[in-house]
């Protein structure tokens, strides 16, 4: 896919900063249908070329938010070697520079959380609730929620299933499902419908 053809899932103004990082490498971008598990995904190919997938239904700014979260993971392959860790020291670094570099890009009311995440930028995307709830506003219906909105003996559902809210442990949810009676632990960004 060429970087022109990914323009209609970009914010504007990115195609400048997608031709420098890109410049120097050969890379297949599969743009995928909704994954649950992960936003993107980034991997050496046998012969020396990268690909990167990214799921399609991403709003624009998130989508080049996940673009330049796995860029840096190939750029910093390529400056620092293979050894590194996927998520150390010269990713951050490296991911740091890139978000600052297009910070232009974003909305004005998500670059000063651009800023603050840059300050030290985590793996997982689930891992920074500002970014998460700003990417989830105006997506979720009436009666979807975070867990963490929900009260110790409220109902929710999760993935057709019902669940008890039993109270916090440490920094996640403890949770009954009421079907099995299994607990589970339950992030607090985690959206779920609730149940009356």
């Given at each position: 896919m060429s970087i022109q053809?990914?323009?209609?899932?970009?914010p504007q103004n990115t195609l400048q900063y997608l031709k420098i990082w890109f410049s120097d490498y050969y890379i297949h971008i599969k743009i995928t249908r909704n994954r649950n598990s992960k936003l993107g995904d980034y991997r050496k190919?046998?012969?020396s070329s990268h690909e990167i997938t990214?799921?399609?239904?991403?709003?624009p700014q998130l989508f080049f938010f996940v673009l330049t979260h796995e860029l840096a993971h190939l750029l910093a392959f390529e400056k620092y070697g293979r050894r590194i860790s996927p998520h150390g020291n010269e990713w951050k670094h490296t991911f740091r520079q890139m978000l600052l570099q297009s910070i232009d890009v974003y909305e004005e009311d998500l670059k000063p959380l651009l800023i603050k995440f840059s300050k030290?930028?985590?793996?997982n995307f689930m891992a920074s609730p500002d970014l998460v709830k700003y990417f989830h506003i105006?997506?979720?219906?009436?009666?979807?929620?975070?867990?963490?909105?929900?009260?110790?003996?409220?109902?929710f559902l999760?993935?057709?299933?019902?669940?008890?809210?039993?109270?916090?442990?440490?920094?996640?949810?403890?949770?009954?499902?009421?079907a099995t009676g299994r607990k589970y632990s339950f992030k607090p960004l985690a959206r779920v419908e609730k149940y009356t």
């Open positions: 053809s990914l323009e209609k899932y970009l190919l046998p012969d990214i799921n399609s239904t991403l709003q030290s930028p985590k793996a105006g997506k979720q219906d009436d009666n979807q929620v975070f867990v963490e909105e929900l009260k110790k003996g409220d109902f999760y993935r057709n299933e019902k669940y008890l809210l039993e109270g916090l442990i440490k920094k996640n949810y403890l949770c009954l499902n009421l």
